[in-house]
């Protein structure tokens, strides 16, 4: 049982460059989300899928395209990356319950140049 | 729209005592979940605890506790007998059910950066 998984942990663009981060959990969750964690900002959501087929903005979703291909995988893609969208990614899901925690990935740290 | 703010950039304790992390929030809606996270150095996202808007007793995990104060819209972290293991950065985070659904979205504050001290 892995969790979340993310790929790649680390990656530089160059501005313009288009880039597709992946995240797949194994936990038969039904909703998933994507982060973006900027110094002093704390995390701020940019996209979110409630369940397999539905995708919807969040807080900061400019810049950003998102598919939910099936169950498991969340995929963020960056069509041309910008300075701006400098950052560490973070995707996540959700438990049900009343608590329904995220459980988070590893991150994504992405500088782009 | 629902709110965050953690006042403390950063928070020193001595090793094995208690620390209170602040954490306020606004919102218009009855019904909401508040949640903290650990993020230690090497960068992932630790769940802590969780208290539900109408839960009657203040939740407690191990050596943390969450403060829930709700007229104040406060609910801050306890951390008893702390631990070097515990120096890492805090963030308090607030679901809500503006409208009916939340689709179990977070709002984050800015975070606390606790350090322990031996």
């Known amino acids: 049982n892995a969790g979340v998984t993310q790929t790649p942990k680390f990656q530089v663009l160059k501005t313009g460059q288009s880039m597709t981060l992946q995240c797949a959990q194994d936990?038969?969750?039904?909703?998933m989300y994507w982060y973006r964690q900027d110094p002093g900002m704390g995390l701020r959501l940019i996209y979110y899928?409630?369940?397999?087929?539905?995708?919807d903005k969040g807080e900061v979703p400019n810049g950003y395209n998102v598919s939910r291909l099936n169950k498991r995988e969340f995929s963020l893609r960056l069509e041309s990356a910008a300075p701006s969208q400098t950052s560490v990614y973070f995707c996540a899901s959700r438990t049900s319950g009343s608590a329904g925690e995220q459980y988070f990935g590893p991150g994504t740290r992405l500088t782009v140049t | 729209a629902q709110k965050i703010t953690q006042t403390q950039p950063g928070m020193f304790v001595q090793e094995k005592e208690a620390v209170t992390l602040d954490c306020t929030y606004d919102?218009?809606?009855?019904?909401?979940?508040l949640f903290w996270y650990k993020q230690p150095s090497s960068g992932e996202m630790i769940f802590l605890i969780y208290?539900?808007?109408?839960?009657?007793q203040n939740a407690t995990e191990g050596r943390y506790s969450l403060n829930f104060q709700k007229a104040r819209k406060s609910a801050n972290l306890v951390i008893s007998a702390s631990q070097l293991g515990d120096s890492a950065m805090y963030f308090c985070?607030?679901?809500?059910?503006?409208?009916?659904?939340?689709?179990?979205?977070?709002?984050f504050g800015q975070g606390t950066i606790l350090t322990v001290h031996p």
């Open positions: 919102t218009s809606d009855p019904s909401y979940g």
């Open positions: 208290q539900g808007s109408y839960d009657q």
């Open positions: 899928s409630a369940s397999e087929g539905t995708t």
């Open positions: 985070a607030m679901r809500d059910y503006a409208g009916g659904t939340s689709y179990g979205k977070l709002t």
């Open positions: 936990m038969n969750h039904n909703s």
